[in-house]
């Protein structure tokens, strides 16, 4: 549960989301408190647990109460609590499982036996809105599937996701919708190229016209048919990369495909069932990603060389990368190793060998080439889309991950571009 929570769930809404565990008496919710906050110190990592249950619980001639375990202000309660930082995971018995409403709550670790309505009230938790909650997880250690819908069955008309959710049904989807023909891989790697490299948005809506107009060729059957394919991919593919580390980057490529078409393609009026939500995630996505407006500088021939900041120059970058990867070990609770620092290395070198972005630090402030900086950056990473999938998926989901990789790349440019002048100096 806490490597799940810390590699995947801590980065979700923004790096805000939190979680909650149901477990199967107050007792055991006890024990997970204690074990939970023990694995936490071990690891160092930056989040607190908090638990609830009612009246006093007894173990190993001890007694245990909220208030003991907790060790929140006297006036503080649980609810104000988990709100705030660094509370992000909610251990739970029978206590705060209906009635309880937090927007932040996004993944639930259930380790006990639900049934009828308190199934429904218990899971329902994790569905209250968020302006930046894309999606939810139940991650269910107990329950059987038909327990469950049979649960949930009398107050929904409709029943997604049937069967487990098999990895290959990937392979079966993307092959279904590359039948349609409405666009073809090729299509596919053409806009994924373009933008990675901060391309402009009229480029990229360019690119996904024609796909649109095969799309409105086709019947409104085989649009809808299409419509639904296409959603159920993004739906399993989303879930399962939070799972399982996909290899394929092909995998990868059709999903951030299919989000930017997704909300170019027109609604269609059709009694077919279709989920009303793919079109709210759709124009949710949008708001968020508007593309990257570049800031024109002055012209470069106008500007003197400025110096950048001082700051201490290390006689050694390999040492540098080895503490940006231990710093964002500790301050995200990742996993990177040196393997990662390898490609870290790669980026801030490829940076360094790219003339245009070497001739802006050289005629212009340091405030300067940040402000464009991002443009060179994704470009980066965008490379590691086919080198390391594992390295460039961590950073790119994780807003606030990435704002510091490239803050610290960054920084590390300019301490080793400085190295360099030195030395032709000397």
């Known amino acids: ?141 107990v329950n059987k599937t038909e327990v469950i819908q049979k649960a949930f069955q009398p107050y929904y008309e409709a029943t997604f996701l049937k069967e487990a959710t098999d990895p290959h049904k990937l392979y079966e989807l993307e092959d279904k919708i590359l039948e349609y023909q409405v666009f073809e891989q090729s299509d596919v790697e053409t806009f994924v190229k373009a933008w990675g490299t901060g391309e402009s948005q009229p480029k990229l809506h360019n690119i996904l ?88 500088l002055v012209s470069e021939g106008e500007l003197g060389p400025i110096v950048p900041g001082i700051g201490e120059y290390i006689s050694d970058i390999d040492i540098k990368l080895s503490t940006i990867i231990k710093d964002l070990n500790d301050a995200f609770g990742t996993d990177f190793t040196d393997d990662d620092k390898v490609f870290l290395g790669r980026v801030k070198d490829n940076l360094l060998e790219n003339k245009q972005l070497i001739n802006k630090m050289a005629y212009n402030s340091k405030e300067n080439v940040k402000a464009v900086f991002d443009k060179y950056f994704n470009q980066e990473m965008n490379k590691l889309l086919n080198g390391n999938m594992h390295f460039y998926k961590r950073v790119v989901d994780n807003e606030k991950l990435r704002e510091r990789v490239k803050a610290d790349i960054f920084d590390l440019l300019y301490l080793e571009y400085n190295k360099m002048n030195e030395i032709s100096r000397d």
């Open 1 to 141: 549960m806490l490597n799940h929570f810390m590699s995947s769930t801590t980065h979700k809404i923004k790096g805000k989301a939190k979680a909650m565990v149901v477990t199967r008496s107050r007792l055991h919710a006890v024990f997970y408190k204690k074990a939970l906050d023990k694995l936490i110190k071990e690891n160092n990592y930056p989040i607190k647990t908090l638990v609830a249950f009612t009246g006093t619980v007894k173990h190993d001639e001890q007694e245990y109460t909220e208030n003991s375990m907790n060790d929140l202000p006297s006036r503080k309660t649980i609810q104000k609590a988990f709100e705030e930082e660094p509370y992000r995971t909610l251990i739970v018995a029978d206590k705060f499982q209906t009635g309880f409403d937090q927007p932040l709550l996004h993944t639930m670790y259930v380790d006990k036996v639900l049934n009828g309505i308190t199934a429904v009230q218990t899971l329902c938790r994790v569905n209250r809105i968020h302006p930046n909650k894309n999606d939810t997880l139940i991650l269910d250690f």
């Open 209 to 296: 016209s024609p796909v649109v107009t095969a799309f409105k060729e086709k019947t409104k059957k085989e649009q809808v048919e299409f419509k639904k394919t296409l959603g159920r991919y993004q739906n399993i593919y989303s879930f399962l990369s939070q799972l399982i580390p996909f290899s394929d980057v092909n995998l990868e490529k059709l999903y951030i495909f299919n989000k930017f078409l997704n909300k170019k393609l027109p609604t269609i009026n059709d009694p077919l069932p279709f989920s009303v939500l793919q079109d709210v995630d759709m124009d949710s996505y949008k708001i968020v990603n508007k593309g990257k407006k570049e800031i024109n």
